[in-house]
């Protein structure tokens, strides 16, 4: 087998620089078709329609008037009389119809009677969980340098030598932190668009698994997974939601055969919220001993929270994050709420654990009137991976771009302009990512053309363009000479994009395949040019013998050796093989500023500082892009976005886009990205970026308030109306 | 959505006998940025919508000496470009302020004065008002009203010119059924179709008066019966009234303010002589404070004098269970509008 | 209010611009007291009283330009604009993101003001001109298209179309605009993959003429 590699730093015409992605004038233009752009002749509507309330029985449905809605085609009843309904928004039954407007209204026209059962939803309030009688057994996991004698009580000794070091600590910090529930808001609901042509389903789904969905689709459906193509050509989010067919894709396939005619099913946006995904919420009571520099020394936590109708919250196990102190107790308690269920939310756990325990180190600084840089620098050692060195290089690279140095004021002590305040804050973070599963195809046609095809998909991350890059380069060809085809389960199959395994995964497939159909092609142009294949090179568009460029043929007429049959090599990968192609785990430091105006609490970013490590990066730009929008995204569950459920009922009260706050273009500031990739992250392959830079802004942001403001604002987002109760001022 | 008819009246008086007097069976397509929305979830069901944009007399503005008049759908975005509204920057920033050029260029005043309550009850389909009542004191009301509140209505009016409108002493033009005259013709799909000789009937009212708290249900949150419209709206022209809207905003998207106010005065060799100070989104409606008033007149504008008005404005507030913070919002909205309108620095955002 | 309280129109009366000035003036109220109009600016009632037709439930046919070319559609009268160029017109680059529009990723121009179509009806549509963002792409992309692709000012795309249009039509308002006066006038739009940062580079580089803008 070859040796795979890739090519020496400085020497890549299109890796490791900026490329524009392939698709952009398609996107920006509006001819890229979504699935929910997807409009065969015949398409029919359809609707679901959502519980409107959060726990119930279903007692009788009723779908006779809606049937006779004019226009409506089909309604079909998705749960049966007895069930029990867990949250607002479940889906109780679909209407497909001719139009918008009929499928909305076959909905109202279902009748359905509901015994209603008792209702909870306050995640926020352990106590109020478990006066409901609906929390979870408490999980403890300790650490502890000390060991209990052989007949001593564990836990007694544990209490027990907590209490010790916190009385040995030279400084106490008690607190309470929290991060709401908040939504995926992808701005393409899920769901699809599915015609069968005979007994095969083309099911046009919105997802961020196109070769993992097929199967999803067939049992339920009584086909199997040969019968089904799933296509995405592209995808309006996903952050973590869309990687399964889900019931309502089924459902949408089941309404086309049903009805002879292609159907469209999109969630309307409540239930899109209500259903289709959130991030748990993580809520903290901590105790945490450092000495007079502020090295922690111990650390003592509670911590509470929703994943919804079956508990869960934020594991324990990220629990205080990235720092791992040598002692230290931590309790988790789920809660049950009448909530819909949680899915993977980009960094699951991550963003939330920075959240409520680097806030509780920053806390540790304030008390003890000293740079909360320097805390975080002098914890480096108890970090749990092997970065400390990365995050220290890191951490100087950060301050120098944020000016941190001269701009740091001690916690509460920053000039006062007007009412306004500002100042700094910090997070670290890490991840592991990694190359999933990939395998690709790739082309070479006898008159020059090439192409890849693999069952990938573009989230967003500009996947097409990195894999054009990795071929075009392994080919030393220009980007457009490249056909990559993605989006269908028809081709091999490759990984979900999750976790930030998918650059990492369709490079390493890519590039293998392309080196070996190289040395493949190499083997007649060799023989034709009278040199050896191992002398061969492919650049700017010729293959050629290195150090005689007289002994060259062009790509073309390269090609044309292979003469009436295409060249074809399967390129795969496994995850967790070991590979010089690919490696995982990345740190990363962000730094925020920002100003708040003491009189109406208002928080506004004024600049944000993001170093991130990625190993080798296959295209800067898109790289860039994505760590912009993380950061953005982390503006947003910092300051402005959280579920809001009415506690009576357990309504979704801001299940709308007009009242579920996200910031806008003007709210962002000054966005500082730093791609850290000094050679030693080149040579160590692609790793993966979507999730790390998405982890600390709620740390770094939450700091930077309570070092403008002297105050913590324990839970976020940081509304005005967190922010002014936290001042005392409401 | 429902299905509905519709009509496209050109003129006026083509609006007789379009209108059914039943609560709900007609809906006034002005600018649609909150209709369509609202008919879309079947919030609103209206058996007809009658889009009243095609009208030419309802469109534009016009100005003399005496003040400037407004069509009910001029877009909002040409009132921000109409110098004629250059004398009266409390209504032009809080045009600015909606912060959506979709909105400015589609959205019209009429149906900027005529939206429906954001209350998220209300538009999670529990009513208005009187179900609502109960359900908002005991639920999320951390964006509901901290005045008027001791009713069954506790939403914010949800205009966001109307506080400054309202401080500038602007009148509004009712057109309708008049008495006696209005013949309903047969009904069609439960409403009554045109028909000649039905009679038009005006009013001119304060734009004060024009907002009413509702008391039970079926009761809108204006003056207007289920066949009237609102057709042009009158700013009066006064030379020496200064003016601003401040509004309590989280973020630069479209969002409402958490809080706002308008102020106008009469400023006379340095010291306020006259003003009108006008809450938004505290209130069922815009919220006139004569407290506030009473105190910046015979003042100076300083940011003392301000801040003195801001306190008495929210003296009297009565927060509900979760929007305490709303009664901050509030004064620091007062204090800053009277700045603003005085040409000082606000000293925040 | 009660129609009692209704002051008679003499409809036909011919009274050019009097009916609002004479309304303002004697209409109740101390503030519209003092309140006179403009002769011949407000123009209403001026010839008989005609019928407006009504329309629907039923499909109806409406016709309008669309993107330069007359079109006629059937369709309800509850369809909204966007309904109706996704769907019967195969212009899909108006995206459906929320019900009250409060995303702009449905924006289109009607009669050259950009609109929200998914708040718009499409009869209301009827005898206008709508132009959409499949007019800013083809062989030779409009600058605005073509620097949001030099800047990656997308992600996963979804609300581009929309951004695109909006910085275009802000554009031809504000040619040259500054950062600050883009970052203030272009929050109609919402985007969840962060792709601001981006969107404002895009735009400030067709202010200055960009080479790809």
């Excluded at chain 1, 901590?286 to 650390?299: L, P, R």
Aim: proline residues 5%; glycine residues 10%; negative net charge.
């Amino acid at each position: 087998m070859a040796e795979y590699s890739w090519p020496r730093r400085g020497t890549t015409s299109l890796i490791d620089t900026e490329q524009t992605r392939i698709d952009g004038v398609a996107k920006a233009s509006g001819a890229a078709k979504y699935s929910c752009d997807i409009n065969p002749k015949g398409t029919l509507v359809a609707r679901a329609m959502g519980c409107p309330h959060a726990h119930c029985k279903i007692k009788s449905i009723d779908i006779s008037l809606a049937k006779d809605v004019p226009g409506v085609v089909l309604v079909s009843p998705a749960k049966a009389i007895g069930d029990e309904i867990q949250w607002q928004g479940d889906i109780i039954a679909y209407v497909a119809a001719e139009t918008e407007g009929a499928a909305a209204e076959g909905v109202a026209a279902i009748t359905v009677e509901y015994e209603m059962l008792d209702v909870f939803v306050d995640d926020q309030h352990l106590a109020a969980a478990e006066a409901a009688d609906r929390t979870g057994k408490p999980l403890s996991n300790v650490q502890l340098v000390n060991e209990p004698g052989d007949d001593e009580d564990e836990e007694a000794f544990e209490e027990a030598e907590i209490q010790r070091l916190l009385e040995a600590s030279d400084v106490v910090v008690e607190g309470n932190y929290g991060i709401n529930v908040i939504t995926h808001m992808c701005m393409e609901p899920h769901g699809s668009t599915c015609e069968w042509n005979g007994d095969q389903l083309t099911a046009h789904l919105s997802t961020q698994n196109v070769s993992g969905t097929a199967g999803q689709f067939a049992d339920p459906l009584g086909i199997t997974a040969s019968d089904v193509t799933v296509h995405c050509d592209f995808i309006g989010g996903g952050f973590g939601s869309k990687f399964a067919a889900d019931s309502w894709g089924v459902a949408c396939a089941e309404l086309a055969r049903q009805t002879g005619r292609p159907v469209r099913l999109m969630l309307d946006r409540d239930i899109e919220l209500k259903t289709a995904g959130n991030r748990p919420s993580g809520f903290i009571k901590v105790k945490i001993g450092a000495d007079k520099n502020g090295v922690v020394q111990v650390w003592d936590s509670q911590q509470w929270g929703t994943s919804g109708a079956s508990g869960g919250g934020v594991s324990q196990g990220v629990v205080p994050y990235v720092f791992d102190p040598e002692n230290r107790r931590r309790t988790a308690t789920s809660i049950a709420t009448n909530a819909g269920p949680q899915r993977a939310w980009r960094a699951p756990n991550h963003p939330q654990a920075a959240a409520i325990t680097h806030t509780a180190y920053d806390d540790v600084a304030a008390a003890l009137g000293i740079d909360s840089y320097d805390v975080f620098l002098r914890n480096l050692d108890s970090v749990s991976n092997d970065k400390a060195d990365v995050y220290r290089a890191q951490m100087e690279r950060a301050a120098e771009l944020m000016q941190w140095k001269s701009k740091w004021h001690a916690h509460g002590k920053g000039e006062k302009k007007g009412s306004v305040v500002t100042g700094l804050g910090m997070g670290i973070h890490t991840w592991g990512g990694g190359g999933h599963n990939s395998t690709c195809r790739i082309t070479i046609h006898p008159d020059g053309g090439v192409e890849t095809a693999l069952g990938s998909q573009d989230l967003g991350t500009g996947t097409r363009t990195v894999i054009g890059i990795v071929v075009a380069e392994t080919f030393g060809l220009p980007l457009d000479a490249v056909n990559v085809k993605i989006g269908s389960s028809s081709y091999p199959a490759s990984g979900p994009s999750g976790g930030s395994t998918t650059v990492a995964g369709v490079s390493e497939s890519n590039r293998r395949a392309a080196q070996d159909a190289l040395a493949q092609l190499n083997e007649l142009v060799a023989a034709k040019l009278g040199v050896g294949a191992a002398d061969l090179v492919a650049k700017e568009g010729r293959i050629q013998a290195s150090g005689d460029a007289s002994k060259s043929l062009s790509w073309k007429e390269a090609c044309a050796l292979l003469g009436m049959t295409p060249l074809e090599v399967n390129g795969e990968f496994r995850r967790g093989e070991p590979s010089s192609l690919s490696s995982s785990q990345v740190a990363g430091v962000q730094m925020a500023e920002v100003a708040v105006d003491l009189d109406t609490g208002i928080v506004k970013p004024l600049k944000f500082v993001a170093v991130q490590d990625m190993g080798l990066i296959i295209n800067r730009k898109t790289a860039a892009s994505q760590i912009y929008g993380a950061v953005i995204m982390g503006i947003a569950y910092s300051i402005f976005e959280e579920r809001i459920m009415d506690l009576q009922t357990g309504a979704f009260l801001n299940a709308e886009l007009a009242d579920y706050r996200l910031p806008r273009l003007g709210d962002i500031g000054e966005i500082v990205v730093d791609l850290w990739e000094p050679d030693s992250e080149y040579e160590r392959g692609v790793v993966g970026l979507g999730e790390p830079p998405v982890i600390s802004p709620g740390a770094a942001i939450s700091n930077a308030v309570a070092n403008a403001t002297g105050v913590r604002v324990p839970v976020l987002p940081l509304t005005p109306q967190r922010v002014l109760d936290a001042l005392g001022s409401a | 959505m429902k299905a509905f008819e519709y009509a496209a009246p050109r003129r006026e008086s083509e609006l007789a006998g379009l209108f059914s007097g039943r609560p709900g069976a007609t809906a006034v397509l002005a600018g649609g940025t909150d209709l369509v929305g609202l008919m879309k979830k079947m919030i609103v069901a209206p058996d007809r919508v009658v889009n009243i944009k095609e009208i030419a007399s309802l469109y534009g503005i016009s100005a003399d000496s005496a003040g400037v008049t407004v069509g009910a759908v001029t877009r909002l975005d040409e009132m921000l470009d109409s110098a004629d509204l250059d004398a009266f920057p409390a209504v032009k920033q809080a045009i600015r302020g909606i912060n959506s050029m979709q909105l400015q260029s589609q959205g019209t005043i009429g149906g900027e004065l005529c939206q429906r309550p954001r209350c998220w009850y209300f538009r999670n389909g529990c009513g208005l008002p009187t179900e609502l009542g109960r359900m908002v004191e005991r639920g999320d009301n951390r964006y509901h009203a901290i005045f008027g509140n001791r009713g069954p209505a506790k939403y914010v009016s949800a205009s966001r010119i109307a506080p400054a409108l309202v401080a500038l002493g602007a009148s509004v033009r009712i057109v309708g059924p008049a008495s006696g005259e209005a013949v309903e013709g047969p009904p069609k799909n439960g409403a009554p179709v045109a028909q000649d000789g039905n009679a038009l009937g005006e009013a001119i009212m304060p734009l004060a008066d024009f907002f009413v708290t509702p008391r039970a249900p079926h009761q809108g949150e204006t003056v207007l019966d289920p066949d009237q419209i609102v057709t042009h709206i009158h700013i009066p022209r006064d030379e020496q009234i200064a003016s601003a809207t401040y509004e309590v905003r989280q973020s630069e998207g479209p969002e409402y303010p958490l809080a706002a106010a308008a102020a106008a005065l009469r400023i006379e060799a340095g010291v306020v002589t006259e003003a009108r100070i006008v809450l938004g989104q505290v209130a069922p409606v815009p919220w006139v404070s004569e407290a506030a008033a009473a105190a910046i007149v015979g003042q100076a504008v300083t940011p003392e004098s301000a801040r003195a008005a801001g306190e008495a404005a929210v003296a009297r507030a009565t927060p509900l269970s979760q929007n305490r913070y709303k009664v901050q919002l509030a004064r620091v909205s007062v204090e800053r509008a009277i700045l603003q309108a005085a040409g000082l620095e606000t000293g925040g955002f | 209010m009660n129609r009692d309280q209704l002051a008679r129109i003499a409809v036909g009366d011919d009274e050019r611009g009097g009916v609002s000035r004479r309304a303002f003036i004697k209409g109740s109220g101390a503030a519209a007291a003092a309140t006179a109009i403009a002769q011949g600016a407000i123009v209403m009632a001026d010839e008989a009283p005609t019928s407006t037709a009504v329309v629907g439930p039923e499909a109806t046919a409406i016709t309008m330009t669309v993107n330069g070319r007359q079109r006629t559609v059937s369709a309800e009268p509850r369809a909204t604009l966007l309904e109706v160029l996704r769907t019967q017109l195969d212009l899909t680059g108006a995206k459906p993101v929320s019900s009250d529009g409060s995303s702009g990723a449905s924006t289109v121009w009607l009669d050259e003001k950009p609109v929200s179509a998914s708040t718009t009806l499409a009869i209301e549509c009827e005898g206008k001109s709508v132009r959409t963002v499949e007019t800013l792409g083809g062989v030779k992309p409009d600058p605005v298209v073509s620097a949001f692709a030099a800047h990656d000012a997308m992600q996963c795309g979804f609300c581009t179309p929309g951004f695109v249009v909006a910085v275009r039509a802000f554009l031809d308002k504000n040619p040259t605009a500054s950062e600050d006066e883009i970052r203030a006038g272009l929050n109609g739009n919402l985007c969840r993959c962060g792709t601001y940062a981006n969107v404002i580079a895009a735009a400030l580089d067709v202010v200055k003429g960009g080479s790809n803008g």
